[in-house]
């Protein structure tokens, strides 16, 4: 059975930086892709960041081109969200999810992922 186990969240103020991590265990975390959602209060989870098993081709929503870097380490089973210039609206629960055989068109559906781990709340303060 898959698990996925975020950490890094925190409060921080705008401007700064926090950097994610999700550790996965129980399948062969290189062969999936691994994504990075959010979701605020009150709205629908939103893609953030994916990165690819093979060749590790990343992926970015436009409103964090720039400011946001995913990496993935597959020694460790493991997939980063460097999160920098952090602003007020970047506040929301983050999520890490896994899946196979996306497709490149597809990488910022949610339905494309079936394993999420419990997320892991950000607080950007203005």
């Known amino acids: 059975q898959v698990q996925l186990v975020e950490s890094g969240g925190g409060l921080v103020q705008a401007g700064g930086s926090l950097r994610l991590s999700c550790v996965a265990s129980g399948r062969t975390f290189n062969t999936y892709t691994m994504g990075w959602f959010r979701q605020a209060p009150g709205k629908e989870r939103e893609f953030v960041a994916a990165?690819?098993?093979?060749?590790?081709?990343?992926y970015y929503a436009d409103s964090v081109k720039g400011r946001f870097t995913i990496s993935r380490d597959n020694a460790k089973n493991t997939v980063y969200l460097q999160m920098n210039s952090l602003k007020p609206e970047d506040t929301a629960v983050y999520y890490c999810g896994q899946g196979r055989l996306i497709t490149i068109a597809r990488m910022g559906e949610i339905s494309q992922y079936d394993s999420w781990g419990q997320g892991t709340q950000v607080t950007v303060s203005s």
């Open positions: 990165i690819t098993w093979g060749r590790g081709r990343t």
